[in-house]
């Protein structure tokens, strides 16, 4: 999550991230030789039992982190999700007050374990059940933990604990076990996608050698013999910031391509038409390139930021981010089509991230990543019509359907549109009959207001339906206030 890294502002970047993005190229290099290509050709579904598994229940959660001013309390947290049908949660940090609140809710989450924290973890089993006691065990079972995500980029982010990251994963594993939840909760580690060397194209790239031996061989090892995921955090943004002019835009806003503007791998021929997916492929051949097939990935990170230093990060806009995370949501959950390397496993995703964090330090962008601002007003409206209710639950612009002002209509008019609304409208209108709550005050426009409003919720909002013959108007504003 340490992405002001990688904002090519004045300082130097330090990390491989910068280093591995400028070698990328997309249009993709010239066909090459690579002893990969045979391996590529076989697009076969090797490992396809856990992919289609992982296919059947592909999701988009969100992060949830706690750099904001005046959080919410954790149990209005937890009703905002429920009325944005949120079902997947990744808790940067392990808030007891949220993981509480979660209780009864059905809610996955997926339990971030904070770098600082994985020297003690990773030394001492001891430590590591008293971790799972007092952040899963005190909350089980209703409060429905899926995932541990151990630290976070520590290969890259974090070197100096990395020595002890696959102890802490194995300790936290073997916690879980002995409290027989090791099925249940799956243990993994989200890595940056900058220890993937060449990406582009996917066909070529490979873990970088350093790591693999040391850390990713182990690791995948025991994700294999544990079915858990490979966590990546990915961000096309990246790649489009540090490429510009070579990666196009809409590439990586998941934009329709005319067909002759794919990317086309030129091993595999398979055809790119956005960033995410190529980026996905990527890290499913670096690591068939360690002969592991069966471990799926999963990306614990990923979005786009709505604002920035507009020298700086140009393409860091609303707009921008609204067509990413939509493209997003419809990409992973409505088209379903996996990716080109894997059709039948489509990769669930992560938002990062759900709230601005407006206390994170770096560049103007590091604090704008969120899909609302902490009080929960939307940052933009998400274009996500078909995707259940997903996300699209947006109460701070909410409309509703009034009665015009006294100017513009008269009482008969009124009336003549509620006895529509409340009959041949069908308009929910028990509500204002005498005795009920709303019927007070008992005038035809306060009941002609309610009518109306019913009958246009009840149309989804659908255009033409808040006019009564001239005798109603949207509203922003809550009639019932
Ligand atoms: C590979 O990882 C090592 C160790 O983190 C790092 O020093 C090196 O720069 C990386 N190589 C590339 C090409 O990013
Ligand atoms: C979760 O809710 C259930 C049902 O209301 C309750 O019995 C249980 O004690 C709660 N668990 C925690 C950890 O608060
Ligand atoms: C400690 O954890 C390791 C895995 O990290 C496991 O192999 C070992 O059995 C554990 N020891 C005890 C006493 O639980
Ligand atoms: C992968 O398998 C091939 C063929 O069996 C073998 O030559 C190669 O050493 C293996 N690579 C790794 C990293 O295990
Ligand atoms: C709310 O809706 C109004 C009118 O459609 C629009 O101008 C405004 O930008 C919207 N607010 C957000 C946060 O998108
Ligand atoms: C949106 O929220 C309202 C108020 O809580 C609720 O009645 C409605 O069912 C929600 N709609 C969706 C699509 O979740």
């Given at each position: 999550?340490?992405?002001?890294?990688?904002?090519?502002?004045?300082?130097?970047?330090?990390?491989?991230?910068?280093?591995?993005?400028?070698?990328?190229?997309?249009?993709?290099?010239?066909?090459?030789?690579?002893?990969?290509?045979?391996?590529?050709?076989?697009?076969?579904?090797?490992?396809?039992?856990?992919?289609?598994?992982?296919?059947?229940?592909?999701?988009?959660?969100?992060?949830?982190?706690?750099?904001?001013?005046?959080?919410?309390?954790?149990?209005?947290?937890?009703?905002?999700?429920?009325?944005?049908?949120?079902?997947?949660?990744?808790?940067?940090?392990?808030?007891?007050?949220?993981?509480?609140?979660?209780?009864?809710?059905?809610?996955?989450?997926?339990?971030?374990?904070?770098?600082?924290?994985?020297?003690?973890?990773?030394?001492?089993?001891?430590?590591?059940?008293?971790?799972?006691?007092?952040?899963?065990?005190?909350?089980?079972?209703?409060?429905?933990?899926?995932?541990?995500?151990?630290?976070?980029?520590?290969?890259?982010?974090?070197?100096?604990?990395?020595?002890?990251?696959?102890?802490?994963?194995?300790?936290?594993?073997?916690?879980?076990?002995?409290?027989?939840?090791?099925?249940?909760?799956?243990?993994?580690?989200?890595?940056?996608?900058?220890?993937?060397?060449?990406?582009?194209?996917?066909?070529?790239?490979?873990?970088?050698?350093?790591?693999?031996?040391?850390?990713?061989?182990?690791?995948?090892?025991?994700?294999?013999?544990?079915?858990?995921?490979?966590?990546?955090?990915?961000?096309?943004?990246?790649?489009?910031?540090?490429?510009?002019?070579?990666?196009?835009?809409?590439?990586?806003?998941?934009?329709?391509?005319?067909?002759?503007?794919?990317?086309?791998?030129?091993?595999?021929?398979?055809?790119?038409?956005?960033?995410?997916?190529?980026?996905?492929?990527?890290?499913?051949?670096?690591?068939?390139?360690?002969?592991?097939?069966?471990?799926?990935?999963?990306?614990?990170?990923?979005?786009?930021?709505?604002?920035?230093?507009?020298?700086?990060?140009?393409?860091?806009?609303?707009?921008?981010?609204?067509?990413?995370?939509?493209?997003?949501?419809?990409?992973?959950?409505?088209?379903?089509?996996?990716?080109?390397?894997?059709?039948?496993?489509?990769?669930?995703?992560?938002?990062?991230?759900?709230?601005?964090?407006?206390?994170?330090?770096?560049?103007?962008?590091?604090?704008?990543?969120?899909?609302?601002?902490?009080?929960?007003?939307p940052v933009y409206l998400l274009h996500v019509a078909g995707s259940g209710g997903f996300l699209a639950n947006d109460t701070a612009n909410r409309t509703y359907c009034?009665?015009?002002?006294?100017?513009?209509?008269?009482?008969?008019?009124?009336?003549?549109?509620?006895?529509?609304?409340?009959?041949?409208?069908?308009?929910?209108?028990?509500?204002?009959?005498?005795?009920?709550?709303?019927?007070?005050?008992?005038?035809?426009?306060?009941?002609?207001?309610?009518?109306?409003?019913?009958?246009?919720?009840?149309?989804?909002?659908?255009?033409?339906?808040?006019?009564?013959?001239?005798?109603?108007?949207?509203?922003?504003?809550?009639?019932?206030?």
């Amino acid at each position: 999550m340490d992405k002001s890294m990688a904002m090519g502002n004045s300082q130097p970047p330090k990390s491989p991230l910068l280093f591995l993005l400028l070698n990328l190229a997309f249009p993709f290099f010239t066909p090459s030789s690579s002893a990969f290509a045979s391996a590529a050709a076989a697009t076969a579904p090797v490992g396809s039992v856990g992919a289609d598994a992982a296919a059947a229940g592909s999701f988009v959660g969100v992060n949830i982190g706690t750099d904001v001013s005046n959080l919410l309390p954790p149990a209005d947290i937890v009703a905002f999700l429920r009325l944005q049908r949120i079902t997947n949660v990744r808790l940067l940090e392990p808030d007891p007050g949220l993981l509480a609140a979660l209780n009864g809710t059905g809610i996955r989450v997926c339990l971030g374990v904070p770098n600082n924290q994985l020297l003690a973890l990773g030394s001492s089993n001891a430590t590591a059940a008293a971790w799972i006691a007092r952040y899963v065990l005190a909350f089980h079972p209703g409060t429905n933990v899926v995932l541990l995500s151990v630290g976070d980029e520590v290969l890259t982010s974090a070197p100096s604990s990395a020595p002890m990251l696959l102890s802490a994963v194995l300790n936290l594993h073997s916690a879980l076990a002995a409290a027989g939840l090791d099925g249940q909760v799956k243990v993994s580690t989200p890595l940056s996608f900058s220890v993937i060397l060449d990406p582009f194209p996917p066909s070529q790239a490979y873990f970088n050698q350093t790591l693999a031996t040391a850390y990713m061989l182990p690791l995948l090892g025991f994700l294999s013999q544990t079915a858990a995921p490979l966590m990546l955090n990915l961000y096309p943004y990246y790649v489009l910031m540090l490429n510009r002019g070579v990666v196009p835009l809409d590439n990586a806003l998941f934009k329709p391509l005319p067909p002759a503007k794919e990317e086309v791998d030129p091993n595999t021929l398979l055809h790119y038409t956005n960033v995410f997916d190529a980026m996905v492929d990527a890290a499913y051949f670096s690591m068939r390139n360690l002969n592991v097939t069966s471990v799926p990935v999963l990306v614990t990170e990923t979005g786009w930021p709505h604002g920035g230093d507009p020298r700086q990060e140009p393409h860091a806009t609303r707009d921008n981010a609204d067509a990413y995370n939509s493209n997003l949501i419809r990409h992973v959950l409505l088209e379903r089509a996996g990716t080109p390397l894997r059709p039948y496993s489509t990769p669930s995703a992560y938002i990062y991230e759900l709230f601005d964090e407006d206390l994170r330090p770096g560049p103007p962008s590091e604090a704008r990543w969120g899909l609302f601002y902490g009080n929960t007003t939307p940052v933009y409206l998400l274009h996500v019509a078909g995707s259940g209710g997903f996300l699209a639950n947006d109460t701070a612009n909410r409309t509703y359907c009034v009665a015009a002002p006294a100017g513009e209509v008269d009482v008969r008019g009124l009336q003549a549109a509620l006895d529509w609304a409340c009959g041949p409208g069908k308009a929910d209108c028990s509500g204002i009959q005498p005795g009920e709550a709303c019927y007070e005050p008992n005038n035809v426009r306060t009941h002609a207001s309610y009518a109306f409003d019913s009958y246009y919720q009840r149309q989804g909002g659908a255009p033409g339906s808040c006019y009564f013959q001239g005798a109603a108007m949207v509203t922003t504003t809550d009639p019932s206030e």
